[in-house]
Every structure is written in C-alpha cells, then in structure tokens.
C-alpha cells in the first residue's frame, strides 16, 4: 500500500521556468511532510519541509505547499535551474520528531538550459 | 567531512553468503535509521534506532537480516544467507531529534548485489 504517492515519474522543465512536483498521501496521521533531492551515486538531502499546521513554506526558491483537506502537497522551483535536475521524493512522517519516513516513489526533473 | 559514512560503497556477493554493513552516523546524532532503496522506488524503511535501543523494525526486515548499534555510535547492518531479492541500495540516516522535524542525513548508501 503506497501511502506516499508521486504520480509524475519525469518532469522537464525550461531553465528559468517554475518547476512544479506533486504528491498524494493516504494517511491521516501523517504530521510533517519532507522533499529530498537525489543525485545519481549520492543518498538522497533533504531540501524543504513543512508541518501539517501549515500550508505554506518558502525556503529561497524553494516552496513548499500543503492542502491537507486534499491530502496533497506540491513544491515549487522558481527559477528552475539546470542544477536542479535530480529526482525528488516526496516524504511524510508521523508526530513526534523521531518516526520513520514513508517515500514517494520519486520525480526526475530536468531542467534544459 | 562530518556527514554520514556507509562502508562499503559497493558489495557484490553470492547468493547463499553473509554480507555486513557499516554506518557512522554524523557524531552528535542519537537517531539512526536504515532504509532500503530498490530500481524505481523511493527508500523504504527497515529499522531505527536511538543511541543503542532499536525501537522500531519493519515488517520487510526477515529474521536473516540483523542490526545493532552496540554503543549508540556506529550501526552495522548483517544480512545473512542472501538471496537475489536482497539486491538493492542500503542506505543509513542520521537525525539529532532536537527539532519537531524528522530532518534525516542520509549517507551515499551501500550498493549490494547478490549474483
């Protein structure tokens, strides 16, 4: 059961153009959402993040959004540069600080100069 | 360099033989995590501990496969009699579970692959 959904396997997007990733989840409980970047050869960085008591974060040009009634989140890249191009994965985890982290299956963004 | 170290990079091994695993978390970190990662699919958890106390293991780990973090420092991750469905990415994170966030380090991994 994938509780964690990323329905968008590839994205290209033209350099300086806004860059769009998004993500389903099933489970209620779910109290902190994370985006990580991976590079080939490289674990996976985290990038952003944002509690269910929010439905904004902007970290530079980096922002995360949250529609918890649509159980849903989307991060946006402006301006999307080539160095962006990895793959993205979506996270959710539970309250507390300490649990686990369910992943989305990832998005590869391309960024084409 | 203070990020997470996995040891080794790579591991090819036969099916049938026992292969381990290290982690060194990044030092002020009590929380450590091991995630398995598959072709096409994002990390999937497999057990976490805080300091030398494993907490918590999933399902997906078989009793051929075993982890300890004897002094609450570096973790090693043993699976035992490998099968060919045991290949994948083995990744190790960190956190120092001071903030409210689960902002977890992850290292480079340990690429197995069982022939």
Known sequence: D????????SLSVQ????????????????????????YPAEGPTFLISISSIKDKNEDGRFTVFLNKSAKHLSLHIVPSQPGDSAVYFCAASGAGGYQKVTFGTGTKLQVIP | DTGVSQNPRHKITKRGQNVTFRCDPISEHNRLYWYRQTLGQGPEFLTYFQNEAQLEKSRLLSDRFSAERPKGSFSTLEIQRTEQGDSAMYLCASSSGTSGINEQFFGPGTRLTVL
Request: proline share 3%; glycine share 4%; net charge positive.
């Open chain 1, 15 to 38: 350099e300086g153009r806004i860059s769009i990733l998004n993500c389903d989840y099933t489970n209620s409980m779910f109290d902190y959402f994370l985006w990580y970047k991976k």
């Open chain 1, 2 to 9: 994938q509780q964690v959904k990323q329905n968008s396997p």
